[in-house]
């Protein structure tokens, strides 16, 4: 039977995220470390390392750096960027039991919509998720715990003005080659500026990987949000300062990526490409996600 303790906790993409599991009969990092393992043992270790880091709380510390450019945003077609700084760690906390803690930190250029120049850059809102997870988790792999997003933005368009709490969920299975899952989180405003629109929004990031040889795979993995404060769609009410339309956003797209190395260092690089099916009046219709993931197995005992 394969040792699912050796399973731990991650998070590609996805959110911020980007995504994967499943059971290694060895842990990642012993094939990392020796570097004359027999090719055969050395893909497979490799497979092994795909497979973890597609896991949201698998036992590998990742930092992932990852680039997402928004295009089309306003009448001017305008592009947004935003760059996450989105470290996960794991940590054992019993023998039963791992506590998973990813933050991401965005940086971001807001382009003024309304114009063809000028715009915002800074920090955005800090979000810190933490998951607690089974340390020896079934064919299904899961953790719960919160949400958080932090007033942290250095400019009023860059952020909400808002302390925000709420539950997340991520759940997968790993049969064969696949990763196949979800995460899940809603989050609403408990503090700040009173001048600011209260939040109550939802993301649910779903992905499907399939992996290939060499450390190839192909992904999807598109982030699904909701603005619950927006309206379904037409025109607010007479007397309605809810905003009009706009509550979700849809897209659909995927990419490729790759678990390898860099000189000493395992990275996982992908690239992804996202249409817009729904979005908000005057947001952007397509975008690109670019990462790339320094990956730190965990070391075999002994």
């Keep these: 039977m394969k040792k699912r303790s ?10 911020l995220c980007t995504v994967g599991v499943s059971a290694q009969d060895a842990p990642p ?22 497979k973890a880091t597609q896991n949201p709380v698998a036992s590998l510390i990742s930092v992932p750096i990852q680039n997402n450019s928004n295009f089309a945003v306003g009448p001017y077609n305008r592009t947004q960027d935003v760059l996450n700084i989105q470290p996960v760690i794991p940590a054992r906390i019993s023998e039963n039991w791992m506590l998973i803690s990813r933050i991401i930190q965005p940086i971001v250029w807001q382009p003024t919509a309304a114009a ?7 920090i955005g809102d800090m979000n810190p998720t933490f998951f607690l997870s089974p340390a020896k988790p079934g064919k299904l792999i899961w953790g719960l715990g919160p949400a958080i997003v932090l007033p942290t ?19 997968l299975v790993q049969p064969g080659p696949w990763t196949i899952g979800f995460l899940v989180n809603n989050v609403w405003s ?29 992904n999807s993995g598109p982030i ?4 619950w404060h927006n309206k379904a769609g037409g025109d607010a009410a007479e007397g309605d300062d809810t905003p009009p339309g706009g509550r979700w956003t849809i897209p659909f797209g995927g990419g490729v990526g790759r678990v390898m190395r ?9 690239a992804n490409f996202y249409g817009n099916a729904v979005h908000p009046p005057g ?18 005992k002994g």
Excluded: C, E
């Design 116 to 122: 063809t120049t000028g715009g915002q850059f800074g």
């Design 283 to 300: 947001a952007s219709s397509w975008g690109m996600r670019l990462q790339i993931a320094l990956l730190y197995p965990k070391k075999p």
């Design 29 to 50: 990092g012993a094939a990392l470390n020796a570097q004359t393992s027999p090719p055969a043992a050395a893909a497979a270790s490799a497979g092994d390392l795909a």
């Design 153 to 171: 933005a250095t400019s009023a368009v860059l952020g909400q003005g808002k302390l925000s709490f709420g539950p997340s969920m991520v759940a």
């Design 6 to 15: 050796k399973l731990g906790l991650l998070w590609s993409a996805v959110f």
């Design 190 to 218: 408990v503090a700040g500026s009173g001048h600011r629109p209260s939040v109550n929004q939802m993301a649910l990031q779903y992905f499907i990987t399939y992996n290939l040889k060499k450390g190839w795979n192909i």
């Design 224 to 227: 699904v949000t909701a603005n």
């Design 262 to 270: 860099l000189g000493p260092q395992p990275v996982n690089l992908s």
